[in-house]
């Protein structure tokens, strides 16, 4: 039987190869938590989570970090379907702007990738006026940029294949497995 615990092995599915064990993403988890708590401490932050894919991350983050912060989300789509982007990003929704305005606020992304989803997550919140806003992303892909993009904490950077699990999907699958895990077929880059 094929659980969420497990990677997909099946023939119909494609293999995945494990790249960051629940241990060492909790670790770089904690990491960012304490840098995020230091950097914040006189005025907590907003985190707004990039739905879909922030939200396990964004969750043992903010159970990680000290500060008191404030959670929010906003719904961007970049992907149609599989592994290739669509080129196109759309915000559905986002914070209010009493949420944010004036307010420190830091949007947290599972992985930057081209950076064109995080780009218009930025452009959306940055006309609500935030006292600052910075980006955090568990996974940074900085090989596929297109854009011009800071990014101020990162979890892992890497290169190359399509990854799932702690959150990432492929074809809405497999977010709910606990370590992070890599296609076999690489693509092209
Ligand atoms: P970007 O706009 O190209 O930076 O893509 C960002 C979004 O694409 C992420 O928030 C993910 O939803 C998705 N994405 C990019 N690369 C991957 C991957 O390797 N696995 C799963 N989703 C990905
Ligand atoms: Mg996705």
């Known amino acids: 039987m094929q659980t969420n615990r497990q990677p997909p092995t099946s023939s119909t599915d494609p293999r995945f190869t494990p790249l960051w064990t629940p241990e060492q993403i909790a670790n770089r988890v904690a990491d960012i938590a304490r840098k995020i708590d230091h950097d914040y401490a006189s005025n907590p932050p907003v985190l707004v989570g990039a739905l879909k894919g922030s939200f396990i991350f964004l969750a043992d983050l903010v159970r990680q970090m000290k500060l008191p912060a404030e959670i929010e989300f906003m719904r961007l789509s970049s992907y149609n379907a599989g592994t290739e982007s669509s080129g196109h990003v759309r915000v559905a929704w986002g914070p209010s702007v009493e949420a944010i305005k004036d307010r420190p606020v830091i949007v947290v992304e599972d992985i930057v990738d081209t950076g064109l989803t995080t780009s218009t997550a930025l452009g959306h919140l940055r006309r609500k006026r935030p006292a600052s806003l910075r980006v955090c992303t568990l996974l940074d892909r900085p090989e596929r940029r297109t854009t011009k ?10 290169s190359g294949r399509f990854v799932v699990g702690y959150g990432l999907d492929l074809d809405q699958r497999y977010r709910g497995l606990p370590g ?8 092209e880059n």
């Open 149 to 158: 993009l800071t990014v101020d904490y990162v979890g892992f950077t890497f």
């Open 180 to 187: 992070i895990y890599g296609l076999e077929d690489d693509r």
